[in-house]
């Protein structure tokens, strides 16, 4: 496990997903410890088992689209008090909609971006769990980097320029800290579009095992999450006390490749003023969050700036936790919460306009949330970074850095690189794949 993880204090959800390894047409699925899977265990579910759903696309209109996000979380609220599981992802643009933010640069034209959220609704006594072993043996850890795409190295200087604009807010006192981002268009491995989502999630998560691996196929859309990064976790109403707890990362360096050289990034990164600053400043964030919801005076901080290795890179990780109360619904939750504070900034609202006037673009499902909820009131939600969003023969890789006071525009545009290291090796794998194979093989 994880160090600083409570995850012992969580009663081991059910294994309720039946898997078809075979099964193409499976509409989500899962790898990684955070989903109470062992690593390298994978589960789907097929489409036929879905009952029920919800599919979110924001109109243009701020009241509207406040509206229609709000509408999104009481079906949530709806459905799970029909007894029913739920799993899928609700946007970044969800969140921003809630304070009637619409993201900059928007025209959406029908069939051109994946809708704002989906949610997938299952009868949890008609699924079983039927696990298979869909991972090969890992990479080893010395494999070079893969080389960064022409599609996101010639947007070092649009990314740079963006992050000198946020410096200057910053010393403008607008701002303490801004959550910038870009995305990249790539050619799709053929694999990608035609292995069946569990072999394609497994292949992609095998450079960088994360806790949070979730594909879901939506309409033509394949979205793939290979996070690392908890959003929420909560035990059921009926628990005393009741739980919730996010664990925010925001702190990166490189992986050493001896020994000594990866002990001196591990405590250069614990050391750094600047990215302890910036882990500090969501912490706070997630507190506030939390506390909109949290019985009053509940709200701890049990670890913080946690170092935590990952196959390619260190990550500052910390957990707030909190106490619900039991009347406290995953609609009302989700509310106080979204979208992850570790994705907008600092102030939060005023973090989130200047990210839409700054990089005119819609996120989507990338820095939304994707996660399963229970009817009993559990749930484990991550947050939807690391990934790739893929149509057909093309494919979008979302990356970002977290901007404060003595950010270094240059480092900023390394570290966006470095995190999208993992993803990229997997879908070098998944070049190398025979889509004619059968799954697992």
């Known amino acids: 496990m994880t160090p600083g993880r409570v995850d012992a204090e969580l009663p081991d959800l059910p294994q309720l997903f039946r898997h078809d390894p075979n099964d193409a047409a499976s509409v989500l699925a899962f790898v990684g410890e955070g989903w109470r899977y062992l690593p390298g265990q994978t589960t789907a579910v097929p489409a036929d088992h879905v009952v029920d759903q919800r599919v979110c696309t924001l109109p243009s209109d701020p009241p509207a689209a406040q509206d229609e996000a709000h509408a999104t979380l009481r079906w949530l609220d709806d459905t799970l008090a029909r007894g029913l599981l739920v799993a899928g992802y609700i946007g970044y643009e969800v969140g921003a909609a809630l304070e009637l933010i619409v993201s900059g640069g928007r025209t959406r034209q029908v069939g051109a971006l994946p809708p704002d959220a989906v949610l997938y609704a299952f009868p949890p006594h008609a699924l079983t769990a039927?696990?298979?072993d869909a991972?090969?043996?890992s990479p080893p850890n010395d494999l070079p980097a893969p080389a960064v795409p022409h599609?996101?190295?010639k947007q070092r200087e649009s990314y740079i320029a963006a992050v000198t604009r946020s410096l200057e807010a910053i010393a403008s006192g607008r701002y303490y800290q801004l959550n910038l981002s870009v995305a990249c268009e790539i050619v799709a491995p053929t694999a990608l579009d035609r292995l069946d989502l569990a072999t394609s999630l497994t292949t992609l998560v095998r450079p960088q095992p994360v806790p949070f691996g979730m594909a879901l196929k939506v309409g033509p859309w394949r979205l793939f999450s290979l996070?690392?990064?908890?959003?929420?976790?909560?035990?059921?109403?009926?628990?005393?006390?009741?739980?919730?707890?996010?664990?925010?990362?925001?702190g990166t360096a490189p992986r050493g490749k001896t020994p000594a050289a990866d002990a001196a990034q591990r405590a250069a990164l614990r050391l750094s003023a600047k990215e302890c600053a910036e882990n500090a400043m969501i912490v706070d964030m997630a507190r506030n969050d939390l506390?909109?919801?949290?019985?009053?005076?509940?709200v701890t901080v049990p670890s913080l700036l946690d170092t935590v290795p990952y196959r390619t890179l260190w990550h500052l990780e910390s957990e707030v936790r909190a106490r619900l109360p039991p009347a406290c619904s995953a609609g009302q939750l989700l509310g106080a919460t979204l979208p992850p504070a570790s994705v907008?900034?600092?102030p939060k609202v005023s973090a989130m306009t200047a990210i839409a006037r700054l990089e005119q673009?819609?996120?989507g499902p990338y820095c939304g949330t994707l996660g399963v909820w229970y009817p009993d009131g559990r749930s484990d939600l991550s947050v939807g970074i690391r990934g790739v969003l893929q149509h057909g023969a093309r494919a979008w890789l979302n990356v970002g850095s977290g901007i404060v006071a003595d950010s270094i525009p240059a480092a900023e545009w390394q570290e966006t690189c470095l995190k999208a290291q993992a993803a990229l090796r997997g879908l070098a794998q998944l070049s190398t794949t025979n889509p004619s194979s059968p799954p697992g093989s």
């Open 130 to 132: 039927q696990l298979s």
């Open 135 to 137: 991972h090969a043996q």
């Open 151 to 153: 599609t996101l190295s």
């Open 227 to 250: 996070s690392m990064e908890r959003f929420l976790a909560t035990t059921s109403r009926h628990a005393s006390p009741r739980l919730a707890w996010t664990r925010p990362i925001k």
């Open 291 to 298: 506390a909109r919801v949290a019985e009053i005076g509940s």
């Open 344 to 346: 907008t900034g600092c």
């Open 361 to 363: 673009r819609h996120r």
